[in-house]
């Protein structure tokens, strides 16, 4: 299976307290993305980073990728009880591009 | 602004009777499209993408199929439905060029009884 692998496959925290989810994947990529999805509900984009790329940032948001171990993580700092939710990476396969492959997910919950 | 129209929200069928669920983008052009399916706690699945007019791939055999009669539109469909076939669908594109994210419609649950 190309599947990426999340873990840990739930995460449950306080709020203030940093979450970090792990991802890792099978062959060579374009990019990796993660997404974050409310219960019930469709996803939403949170960041993408390239495969030349090693970290990036967006707000709370902490995203690392090593290639040579096919893995990435997630951090959330400071986290609040409206980061509950689940979170799944996807990799878009060197093979070609644009076809998102998803991983399982981490379901992560922020307790007040 | 780019939209993504998935309908209907929710749906339940009975076993052995036809699907079609549909999905419109608004505000782009020759977007990818894609069909996901989410069993209850888990991943997404892909089940179809499209990166034109009549153009379907298909990731996994199954009771399902999709068409794309139109740039913006895409349509999964099933002649007989299976219980297996229960689950959350997603339409999702993506603009035609690398490194882009996608955009997610916000799915159909779908109970087959």
């Known amino acids: 299976s190309q599947q990426g692998e999340e873990d840990p496959q739930a995460l449950s925290i306080q709020e203030g307290e940093n979450a970090t989810m792990n991802c890792s994947y099978k062959?060579?990529?374009?990019?990796l993305q993660w997404y974050r999805q409310n219960s019930g509900r469709g996803l939403v984009h949170l960041i993408l980073i390239r495969s030349n790329e090693r970290e990036k940032h967006s707000g709370r948001l902490r995203v690392t990728l090593d290639t040579s171990k096919k893995s990435s993580s997630l951090l959330i700092t400071a986290s609040r009880a409206a980061d509950t939710a689940s979170y799944f990476c996807?990799?878009?396969?060197?093979?070609?591009?644009?076809?998102?492959?998803f991983g399982a997910g981490t379901r992560l919950a922020v307790h007040p | 602004s780019q939209t993504i129209h998935q309908w209907p929200a929710t749906l339940v069928q009975p076993v052995g009777s036809p699907l079609s669920l549909e999905c419109t983008v608004e505000?782009?052009?020759?977007?990818?499209l894609y069909w996901y399916r989410q069993a209850a706690g888990r991943g997404l699945q892909l089940l179809f993408y499209s990166v034109g007019i009549g153009q379907i791939s298909s990731e996994v055999p199954q009771n399902l199929s999709a068409s794309r009669p139109q740039d913006r539109q895409f349509i999964l469909s099933s002649k007989k439905l299976l219980l297996s076939d229960s689950g959350f669908y997603l339409c999702?594109?993506?603009?035609?060029?690398?490194?882009?994210?996608?955009?997610f419609g916000q799915g159909t649950r779908l109970t087959v009884v």
């Open positions: 996807a990799t878009d396969y060197s093979g070609g591009y644009n076809k998102l492959i």
């Open positions: 999702a594109w993506i603009q035609g060029r690398r490194n882009t994210e996608a955009f």
């Open positions: 505000g782009t052009s020759n977007p990818n």
């Open positions: 062959t060579s990529i374009n990019n």
